[in-house]
């Protein structure tokens, strides 16, 4: 850990360097996970022509290694004015807002580039409580690594079993309950089978159920690349009590229409590489 620390305390435009490394590697030599990716972009965007997804995928080579490389390890050390400059958070009162008058409030968002960085921001900017829930990594070593990074400023991270179990302490104790929403749910979980960029995929209501239980206010997280190395993060309203009239699955559809947009916005930011759409 300390080797990484040191190699974290280089400046960002250092560490893009060997990002541009990996990118080539990833691109031109391993072609890594291709065959998913371009599989992914043709459901998703029938529409557009080969040339434009292959645009898609280089680019997305590009922000994965980045993110996953430079920036994820940047914030190991990351200070505070940095990242500030780095990551703008627009909206941290609407979600702040319902906590100090006595309610929890769930935010969610999907995995476009870059949520690491959006994890710290909004820690980083809250004037509350903000509880992220996380699934852990089979690896010890990048699971304690990971949990460092993501508690540099003061975040809290809460195994999603571990969150299960205590879901009623966010009457009990008001706090940001932070989901990234377009995970793709184990066989154990209940599981919700909608559309979702032009193919069925499953999506774990968790989050819809919290809301709708408890009456808690729901913010989306809308990410923005401005440039390399910068970001917005923009909250907005999603669903709001009460729920009584509200139909089965109001949130989690709602949820999927914003994080679509999301990604029509900035493609080359999802996460392709994942088999999100494996029933």
């Known amino acids: 850990m300390f080797v990484l620390r040191l190699f974290s305390r280089l400046p960002l435009s250092v560490l893009y360097i060997f990002s541009d490394i990996l990118y080539l590697i990833a691109r031109y030599v391993v072609a890594y996970r291709k065959k998913v990716i371009d599989e992914n972009l043709l459901h998703a965007f029938p529409e557009k022509t080969p040339a434009e997804r292959k645009s898609i995928r280089n680019k997305f080579y590009r922000n994965f290694t980045d993110a996953f490389f430079a920036e994820t390890f940047k914030m190991l050390t990351i200070s505070e004015k940095e990242l500030r400059q780095r990551f703008q958070v627009v909206n941290q009162h609407m979600v702040d807002d319902p906590v100090k008058n006595g309610k929890s409030s769930l935010m969610m968002a999907g995995h476009v580039f870059n949520w690491e960085m959006a994890i710290l921001g909004v820690a980083l900017n809250t004037e509350v409580i903000a509880e992220t829930v996380y699934l852990k990594l089979n690896n010890t070593f990048f699971n304690k690594l990971m949990l460092e990074i993501r508690t540099h400023f003061g975040g809290i991270m809460t195994e999603k079993s571990a969150f299960r179990r205590s879901m009623i302490s966010l009457r009990n104790t008001p706090r940001i309950a932070h989901l990234a929403a377009d995970q793709r ?27 709708k239980k408890l009456g808690l206010p729901v913010f989306y997280g809308t990410m923005t690349k401005v440039k390399r190395g910068h970001y917005k993060f923009e909250f907005s309203p999603l669903a709001s009590p009460p729920y009584a009239a509200d139909a089965p699955h109001s949130i989690t559809d709602e949820f999927c229409r914003r994080l679509e947009d999301n990604i029509r916005n900035q493609p080359d930011l999802y996460l392709w590489s994942h088999k999100r759409w494996k029933l």
Not at 185 to 211: C, H, I, K, M, Q
């Open 185 to 211: 749910p184990p066989v154990s979980d209940s599981r919700y089978t909608r559309e979702f960029l032009n193919r069925p995929a499953l999506f774990f209501e968790g989050g819809e159920v919290l809301a």
